[in-house]
């Protein structure tokens, strides 16, 4: 049985840095793509960061893009969020995911993923 749990979630002052881990267990972890998403008060769930098999390739959205830094440890089946200079606007539940299919591209649609977490609150004040 596939598992997926977040950690590291809080609340930060705007400027802050915050590191999301993300535990994923039950699988074969190198074989699956992973993404974050989040999910802001009132608002549609959204793509944040993706990262590869190998933790080569990435890709951010655009609203995070040279902020925040998608990583893994192959050896811990852990996936990590560094989020710096945070923003109000950052406010969401964070949550983790596993691509579903064995593809060594990140992909940013929500429907590629299967197993998500149960999510980690980041709460960023101005």
């Known amino acids: 049985q596939v598992q997926v749990v977040e950690s590291g979630g809080g609340l930060v002052q705007a400027g802050d840095s915050l590191r999301l881990s993300c535990i994923i267990s039950g699988h074969t972890f190198n074989y699956y793509a992973m993404g974050w998403f989040r999910r802001a008060p009132g608002k549609e769930r959204e793509f944040v960061a993706a990262i590869g098999r190998s933790g080569i390739s990435t890709t951010y959205a655009d609203s995070v893009k040279d902020r925040f830094t998608i990583s893994r440890d192959i050896g811990k089946g852990t996936v990590y969020l560094q989020m710096n200079n945070l923003k109000p606007n950052d406010t969401a539940v964070y949550y983790c995911?596993?691509?579903?299919?064995?593809?060594?591209?990140?992909?940013?649609?929500?429907?590629?993923?299967?197993?998500w977490g149960q999510g980690t609150q980041v709460t960023v004040s101005s």
């Open positions: 995911a596993r691509d579903r299919d064995i593809v060594e591209a990140p992909r940013r649609a929500s429907q590629y993923y299967d197993y």
